[in-house]
Nanobody, 115 residues
Framework: QVQLVESGGGLVQPGGSLRLSCAASGRISTIYIQGWYRQAPGEQRELVASIAKFGSINYADPVRGRFTFSRDNARNMVYLQMNNLKPEDTAVYFC?????????WGQGTQVTVSS
């Protein structure tokens, strides 16, 4: 089993920044995919950014150029730096890892962008 815990969410004004973190623990074998997703009220969960084991980072169009995905696999951490936040970025943000062929999700962290 793998446990994922997100942190770093909060309330921020439009144009502001936040940095989300996702810490993994447990039986971490081969990590195939790491990603950030988000779900706004009444909407489906959508991909924000992801990276495969040997691949490049993939960003969703609405966040490209504003969000930056990074990882530190030695510490079992991934991050999402979010700049120039907009009200439409308001959502619960989740990290998801595929480890050993199984998907694991965190509990999510709320990001609210409002003046």
């Amino acid at each position: 089993q793998v446990q994922l815990v997100e942190s770093g969410g909060g309330l921020v004004q439009p144009g502001g920044s936040l940095r989300l973190s996702c810490a993994a623990s447990g039986r971490i074998s081969t990590i195939y995919i790491q990603g950030w997703y988000r779900q706004a009220p009444g909407e489906q969960r959508e991909l924000v950014a992801s990276i495969a084991k040997f691949g490049s980072i993939n960003y969703a169009d609405p966040v490209r150029g504003r969000f930056t995905f990074s990882r530190d696999n030695a510490r079992n951490m991934v991050y999402l730096q979010m700049n120039n936040l907009k009200p439409e970025d308001t959502a619960v943000y989740f990290c998801k890892w595929n480890v050993g062929g199984s998907d694991y999700w965190g509990q999510g962290t709320q990001v609210t962008v409002s003046s």
